[in-house]
């Protein structure tokens, strides 16, 4: 069997990098990320602040001791979010075997993927270009026959680097590093690792695998493979990633009231958006379909920003329902967001920049786990003549999509 691929990318500095593309005149200069205006905690830095010794969790005031003309700027987390959804959705369409390790890494599997692309260098500058031009900025990428060691590569040239570790010259790699540069090696691990003679990965050779595993378990073991380079950990996906979330209403055949029937696209986007919330997806390509006498009309619809907020999802309905002649007799309707992509979780060490409509669903959403679905609905909707069972909607398939959400 050949070889595996991985390659682990990497986005070089990322806040601070979209600070700097975004006010140019930041570019070349130190630049540290705190939260809010006043935060004193400094979250990230460019690679000039870095140049001077500023670190991440340093206070912006001791940063500016060794680094007097430190800029700082405020965190925009809705921005990163949105460049990280936008750079994780171009590398999806490079590969489908794609692990999001978090808001600026994923890990590609390419084994699968090499009967297409031949060359593993044109995939690399492919992902590299795709992004820049997407987003004029820059990643590092690691490729090897291991996660792990795909992983450790992305490290090795940074900024804008390429690493190919394999078979060959793996042990020049890695048999001197201090074994803390492996992922998941923390003070803990380390000091227990150093107390058993272990400092480099070529170290390792001389402890037997129980000891790390009888007392970490399997991070115990995980790591002894990955300081002998022989980690063999596939790509862990999303295993629930749905691949539509919709919903669709049968209406009285041959509806046409326009009332009626915004109405129920109303109560659809609604529930949508619920569901998106409560599973924290969000989508920016909804499929609306209306069904009239002839059969199903359905549009795909794409919007910039990926959503998950009601009123905009209501809004791409109306938009649709629009271009419908008044009087069409409608008997069917469905919203489906069609590839929903995980919102970014780690957004939540910001605790500012939240929009009012999204306060505003997060309370209904509170309100309806404490009470029950629909206590709070739009006065449109309480005498609910729409209110007939739901059905699934086409875009549904019976395989890969969870029924938990
Ligand atoms: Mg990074």
Redesign the pocket.
Known sequence: MSEKIFIHV?????FASIEQRDYPKLLGKPVAVTNGEHGSCIITSSYEARAFGIKTGMRISDGRKICPYLVQRPSRPKVYAETSTRIMNILHNISPDIQIY?V??AFLELTNCMKIYKEINHVIYKIKDLIYESENLK??IGISFSKSLAKYASKIN?PDGITYINKNNYHEYLDNSPIDTLCGVSTGVKSFLNHHGVYKCSDMKKLPISILSNRFGNIGKKIWLMANGNDFEGLIPDLNHPKSLGHGKVLKPNTKSSYLIKKVFLRMSNKLALRLRKSNYESNIFLIGIKIKAGWIQKKVKIEKATCNRNDIFNICLSYLNLFEKNTGIYQVQVTALNPLKKNTQMDIFSKDNDKSEVLDQALENIHDKFGPETIKPARLISDDTDSPDVIAPAWRPSGHRKSV
């Open positions: 990497d986005m070089n500095a990322f978090s600026d890494e990643c590092s940074k």
